[in-house]
């Protein structure tokens, strides 16, 4: 039904208030209506190489679990020595460790490095001696339960791990405690408790110290790409078909989800006006 | 063009907010206009059944179940035979849903449009468009709206929130404001304190109403203003906040913290002050700083929402919702006291009774009923079509169920079998009241005179 629109024209301007619009129609809806509707104040348009290298913090610690698993796989087949594996990945992290102590934060005091080696000498005393223990925990779980809570575990370090944006989501603990419970579980399947010393020190570099490090070092699409191969190579020596499934991942996560997402950033419609309620902003008491 | 009308919503008396108030003025304005009116809200506690209100105000406190913040859950079809009963027995012309919240209101005018009957419905509140909460009861809204005859919204800004979020037409939008009882606050300087200035704030300390603004502003002003004091009325979950920055600032010879108010004390409350502090965040229309103009005061406010419509710009001082902003405008108002530089109250008083009364209020809404009334009914897949322009195909499933729930109890109740409740003559009954002088029984319900 179409409301008569033969309101009495008055020579008087309609106003925005609720008590001088006499002679307009309730229903009048002036030139004026909607004009301090604003949008999109808050979108902004950033450059795909910024969005793949965003997306290339999920594809980054997802090669790092690959690279995990792969270490995994080799010392369970026996395909490697365990002594030579926490070599190298001791002088890896004694590697990264100089160089965020040295070159990334300001340079500490004697005193840090002290407390550090403190604290790497008292895990692997522990570490060592609750190995035994560590390794049978999970003993008597069938193997396909083992490596299914492992899948699932890694999977909620991934949601829950923080990639640098501050949302409610993100928990470093949980993430963390997740990669450590995947890893307690894998050690139970190796063949001896060094082992599986070994395996659960590879598990607190890379998914305690080395997000440390990574935090420190800004994006580069170097490093991915680095990161990126080692872990196809690395995954191709244990199966070709995981091979190319795990490309097909990376290449979805890094290419084609930055791709939507920019394309579908023009659809972005945020409507903000007077009606939007007023933030507080906390001050000093 | 005789209407009989029935005000559906979730939130009535014993509750109190603006939206209860809004609800029983017009209806009692439509009362004395001749209008028939009945009122249908869920039970409140032990308040259920059938209660009669100050001139014979019918109102239906159903059993329904309360689900959450004084909502019905809203199941769309166990209320239907009793909504299908009223509105036959009563025979009911016009449904007027209120309130955005309110599920009750949206169910009763659905099973209104199904019978062929007009549905208005009065949006009082504002909603972003930001979040998950948002978005989903603004599709609700435009659910509930696609078919609906007519809306009303309390001003310009709720209008223009309304159109954007349930994709109203905007001719279908009218905008009546709220009003105020101005012949119950009346301004009183006498009780006014002479060597201090009293600051007074009345409101429900939520989130939503700035509490957050009213601590920081309270110290900061007291430590500038030695003959300032304040005086708060209301409570609520952030009441704790002002207790503490008055334990903390030792203030508590200057901060009288009144808890909650009964609507008829606030008269007094605010005429024993000199200025009247709004702080809200968000505001469809606000009815305290009308009622505080009313009163005489000199109103500072945040500018937000539909605050800058209400009143006149020599009457309130409007501030953007910060507090460098506010105690710049409290400054303001206060210089203004003490230099004399302000609207006298019963001038402040007349002015606002000139701009706002209830019965300009009911005779614009009336307009409304006649040109909702004039509109053709729709078929149901005229109404199904329409619901299907909001997009969402299991809806369509709802209301193609409570149709056939309808047309079922049609077979099983025919509306011939139901009783017809007879039409009180309301003139009647108000002139019975003041014959008997007040003994009867509707005239103490709502302490409203």
Known sequence: ?285 | MHHRICMVSDFFYPNMGGVEEHIFNLSQCLLLRGFKVIVLTHAYGDRIGIRYMTNGLKVFYLPLYVMYNQCILPTMMCSIPLLRYIFIRERISIVHGHSAFSALAHEAMLVGRLMGLKTVFTDHSLFGFADTSAVITNKLLEMSLSNCNSCICVSHIGKENTVLRARVHHNRVFVIPNAVDTDIFTPDPSARSVDKITVVIVSRLVYRKGVDLMAQIIPDICARYSEVQFLIGGDGPKCWLLQEVRERCGLQDRVTLLGSLEHSQVRSVLNKGHIFLNTSLTEAYCMAIVEAASCGLQVVSTCVGGIPEVLPPDLIYLTEPNVQALLVGLDKAICDYKSGKVVPPFKCHERVKSLYSWMDVTKRTEVVYNSVAKERNKTIGAHLRSYLRSGVWPFLLVVSFCHLVLSFLDWLIPTEKIDIARDMSPSAHINNCFKSEGDCEWSSKKKKS
């Open chain 1, 1 to 285: 039904m179409k409301l008569k629109k033969t309101y009495v024209q008055k020579p008087r301007k309609w106003k925005k208030n609720l008590y001088e619009n006499h002679g307009f129609l309730d229903n009048y809806t002036d030139t004026s209506f909607l004009e301090e509707l604003r949008k999109n104040l808050n979108v902004k348009d950033s450059p795909l190489p910024t969005i793949i290298l965003g997306a290339g913090r999920v594809t980054h610690e997802l090669c790092i679990i690959v690279l995990f698993t792969v270490i995994f796989v080799y010392l369970y087949n026996g395909w490697v020595e365990p002594e030579a594996v926490f070599m190298y990945s001791g002088c890896l992290t004694s590697l990264g460790y100089i160089l965020y102590r040295f070159f990334l934060t300001a340079a500490m005091p004697y005193t840090t490095l002290l407390k550090d080696l403190r604290t790497v000498l008292v895990f692997l005393g522990f570490g060592y001696v609750l190995s035994p223990v560590l390794k049978t925990l999970t003993d008597t779980i069938s193997t396909d339960t083992i490596y299914a809570m492992s899948t699932f575990m890694m999977f909620i370090h991934l949601v829950f791990f923080d990639y640098g944006i501050s949302a409610s989501i993100v928990s470093s603990a949980l993430s963390l405690n997740a990669a450590l419970f995947a890893s307690v579980c894998l050690a139970s399947r190796l063949a001896t408790p060094f082992h599986a010393f070994v395996l659960l020190t590879n598990t607190v570099e890379c998914f305690a110290l080395l997000p440390i490090l990574v935090a420190e070092i800004e994006d580069s699409a170097v490093i991915l790409s680095t990161v990126i191969l080692l872990s196809l190579v690395a995954l191709c020596t244990v199966s070709v078909t995981m091979t190319v499934l795990f490309s097909c991942v990376v290449i979805f996560v890094t290419i084609i989800c930055p791709l939507l997402f920019k394309k579908w950033t023009r659809y972005k419609e945020n409507i903000y006006g007077p009606w939007d309620e007023a933030v507080v902003e906390d001050q000093e008491m």
